[in-house]
């Protein structure tokens, strides 16, 4: 049906001018700019190196790699460099996708990469225009007003969530911009507004409880409010009250380096994106107390921790959700610490389901079982995924603040059918950020969960359940064992230097571990901090601690960024 909408719309009568054209706000990378002129495609963790042929014309890779390129955010990057060879290389590439995909043709053609794809084409319109002659401009806007019209026919269809924001958004930036359009404007004003209402809950969460995911439809709410009001028009008031719903979570969401806390499938998060997206909504409101979309945030001097203390998504918002449940992330100032090993999707199937299990994350797990499990796979967008199934079902959480530190305690089912055994952790961050206490059990509650425990035991011979509790450090991170094997140093290159120890309940050891992070091309190695033990008692407890080296300053200067240069 999207291929017949986009052979229709071919037929309509195309516009000819823009009646009016919002400000360009879309991000891009220079550094990533200057490889594609270069002829180094990276697009979904796949890398092709071609400098004789179009973009077009690349061996296909996958078809997360197809929609990456069908939806033109490169054409951010590209203009980031802004000069004559980008825009010669901008403007040839669209009149080569002009030429082969109009009509309906090829894979680009799905309300969201439309959406995505007209915002990038009007945003950067003057960039792509100039000094080109008439043909060519009439050939873009033929193609911008079928594209409009394909958009405003087929946006129901689709998903729920990001997909129909950008649907939605690049139907309201279009029919504003574009001579012959404007009738199309009001609909998608309501029907963006009607999403807000049933997407963004009262916390300003959605469904995913994706973070990265929460940004980029944060980012979309208020490039369609600032381009509504640059036209003249207010943005419905559901709309305006969803950006006021999710600035102060995305506030709590953000580490102390500004980067996004990588859960259910999210990553950190373009350098500069949650900053600007912050500052371009206006909305003042500090971060909520208690959780927001479901994830704790604790605070002290330059330390930030985020705890996912609830239950994952569930049914069709899974797809891409992981079994983090109660695992953390540690940033001290502007180095992350402790982390997840992020998402695997961009570096293929095995790979992604890797990084959505249990030992993936900065949490506890039982026997190599994850407190969540994958179900059988579903073929979505021609990829086939798998939900999340048998998640935990109860998931409680307890927020402390005392003189010296301010702690959470949060616990979970997720291992009560198969162990009969509930997780429960509690952590403690110091007012000054300079030391960090956790404690894990695992225990059997109720004669029932007993009941289940003992069943376990008798599979193990009585030789106990075993457990792991994972610590996966940034690659950036220098770690080594220390005091005899009882402990563990890391250096940040902020110079600052931190102590893992452990009560000696479990065996602590340091193992390799993977760090996976879009726009490279295949997952970094790290380090991982691991206590393993057993459980042979109703309760088992193991507590451990993070802290600052007494020599470690309160104040760092911390000036050098890593992430101003690009991935290889």
């Known amino acids: ?107 680009g053609w799905t309300p969201d990469l439309t959406g995505r794809r007209l915002i990038r084409w009007i945003n950067h319109a003057i960039f792509l225009l100039n000094g080109k002659d008439s043909d060519y401009s009439k050939a873009y806007y033929r193609s911008l007003a079928q594209q409009t019209i394909f958009l405003s026919r087929t946006w129901r269809s689709a998903s729920p969530g990001l997909p129909r924001f950008e649907a939605l958004t690049g139907l309201i ?42 940004l980029e439809v944060f980012t979309l709410l208020n490039w369609a409010a600032s381009a509504l009001a640059e036209a003249g028009k207010m943005a419905p008031k559901d709309h305006l009250a969803a950006i006021e719903r999710i600035a102060p979570t995305l506030r709590a969401l953000r580490h102390s380096d500004g980067g996004l806390a990588r859960f259910h499938g999210g990553g950190r998060g373009l350098e500069g994106r949650l900053d600007h997206a912050l500052a371009t909504s206006g909305v003042k409101s500090a971060a909520p107390a208690g959780l927001s979309m479901g994830f704790a945030r604790l605070h002290g001097g330059r330390t930030s921790a985020i705890v996912d203390a609830s239950k994952p998504p569930s049914g069709a918002n899974s797809l891409n959700a992981h ?31 890797a990084g959505r299990a249990t030992p993936s994350h900065s949490t506890l797990g039982v026997e ?73 059990t695992l225990a059997a509650i109720e004669r029932s969960d007993e009941q289940i425990f003992e069943k376990a035991l008798d ?35 902020s110079g600052e230097i931190w102590v893992f120890r452990h009560d000696g309940t479990a065996k602590l050891s340091l193992e390799p571990s993977i760090y996976m992070e879009k726009g490279r091309i295949s997952p970094r190695a790290t380090k991982q901090m691991v206590l393993s033990g057993v459980a042979v008692e109703y309760a088992t407890r193991i507590r451990w601690t993070l802290a600052k080296a007494q020599e470690t300053p309160n104040a760092v200067r911390d000036l050098q960024r890593d992430e101003g240069t690009e991935p290889t």
């Open 173 to 214: 930036y279009a029919g504003i911009a574009l001579e012959g359009m404007e009738d199309r404007v009001e609909p998608a004003m309501k029907a963006l507004a009607k999403e807000c209402s049933n997407q963004i809950d009262q916390e300003g969460g959605i469904p995913t409880r994706n973070p990265e995911e929460l």
């Open 323 to 353: 079994a983090s449940t109660l695992a953390f992330e540690l940033t001290s100032g502007r180095r992350p610490l402790i982390v997840n090993c992020g998402s695997g999707t961009s570096f293929g199937p095995d790979w992604r389901r």
């Open 1 to 107: 049906m999207n291929r017949w909408h986009a052979w229709r719309s071919a037929r309509a009568r195309p516009a000819s001018a823009f009646v009016s054209q919002p400000e360009p706000r879309t991000i891009g990378s220079f550094a990533r700019g200057r490889q594609l002129i270069a002829g180094n495609f990276l697009f979904a963790g796949s890398l092709v190196e071609d400098a004789e042929d179009t973009i077009w014309r690349l061996p296909q890779q996958s078809v997360a790699f197809d929609e990456e390129i069908q939806g033109f955010a490169w054409l951010d990057d590209l203009a980031a460099v802004g000069d004559a060879a980008a825009r010669e290389t901008s403007q040839a590439w669209l009149a080569d996708w002009i030429a082969l995909y109009s009509g309906g043709r090829g894979p």
């Open 459 to 493: 599979r193990s011979n009585l030789q106990g359940i075993s457990f792991q509790i994972r610590f996966h450090l940034h690659p950036d991170v220098d770690a080594a064992l220390d005091m005899g094997g009882t402990a563990i140093s890391m250096a940040l290159k």
């Open 368 to 440: 190599g079982y994850s407190s969540s499990r994958l179900g059988p796979k579903k073929v979505v967008g021609g990829v086939p995924r798998e939900i999340l199934v048998d998640t935990p079902k109860d998931v409680r959480v307890q927020f402390l603040s005392e003189d010296e530190f301010e702690a959470i305690i949060v616990g979970h089912d997720g291992y009560l059918s198969t162990h009969g055994l509930t997780h429960i952790r509690r952590i403690d961050l110091s007012h000054n950020g300079r030391s960090l206490a956790g404690e894990d």
